[in-house]
């Protein structure tokens, strides 16, 4: 069955590291997103693509970064991490554009330290 | 900009009882309306949609019909279930985005 993963499930960095959260599916979608959610906030649109070489900045992109190399991943990157970047990370996938549903992975909850 | 309001939670009910989550919006054009529910521990799951004015969504029991003119998409469900504790969040996709409201936390008691 199609899927859509995210690794690592949990982490715990430290401020200033880079770190990096995968997302992969097997839909074949084109279409993925990164969305963080808090307490308060619901879920809030970091970055999305597309398709291959596509990324667009989100609501609350900064000191985020995405990069789509391939159909399959969409990688998020914190450059430096920040004590405000503890959250829960959601990666989705559609196979449409934004009238579409969404794929949601199980999420990666990260804790900066 | 496009934007979703949603009832503050939590929500504690019993059993069969009858349930209403307010979502109203803000959007220009003509935006498709979603329902997404998250138990705990998972990600969100796609529970309803609707695409155009005076639709109805329908899934598992709840439904929620897309009001242009109160720019509402209310979630209903004439009785619910102890398995229907989760997280509910209201959703608009307008664009080349998506907007979420901050999620309505239902338990339902026995």
């Known amino acids: 069955d199609a899927e859509i993963t995210q690794s690592p499930r949990h982490k715990i960095t430290e401020t200033g590291r880079q770190v990096t959260l995968a997302c992969h599916q097997t839909?074949?979608?084109?279409?993925m997103f990164w969305y963080r959610q808090d307490l308060g906030h619901g879920l809030r649109l970091i970055h999305y693509?597309?398709?291959?070489?596509?990324?667009n900045k989100g609501e609350v992109s900064d000191g985020y970064s995405v990069s789509r190399s391939n159909t399959e991943d969409l990688p998020l990157t914190l450059e430096s991490a920040a004590s405000s970047q503890t959250s829960v990370y959601f990666c989705?996938?559609?196979?449409?554009?934004?009238?579409?549903?969404?794929?949601f992975g199980p999420g990666t909850r990260l804790t900066v330290t | 900009g496009d934007s979703v309001t949603q009832m503050e939670g939590p929500v504690t009910l019993s059993e069969e009882a009858f349930l209403t989550i307010n979502c109203t919006y803000t959007?220009?054009?003509?935006?498709?309306l979603f329902w997404y529910v998250q138990y705990p521990g998972e990600g969100l799951q796609l529970l309803l949609k609707a695409t155009k004015a005076d639709d109805k969504g329908s899934n598992k029991g709840f439904e929620a019909t897309y009001r242009k003119e109160t720019t509402s998409f209310h979630l209903e469900k004439g009785s619910v279930q102890v398995s229907d504790s989760a997280v509910y969040f209201c959703?608009?996709?307008?664009?080349?985005?998506?907007?979420f409201g901050t999620g309505t936390s239902l338990t339902v008691i026995p």
């Open positions: 839909w074949n979608h084109n279409n």
């Open positions: 989705a996938s559609s196979e449409e554009r934004s009238s579409a549903k969404q794929y």
């Open positions: 959007a220009t054009g003509y935006p498709s």
């Open positions: 693509s597309y398709g291959v070489q596509d990324t």
């Open positions: 959703a608009l996709g307008g664009g080349n985005q998506f907007y």
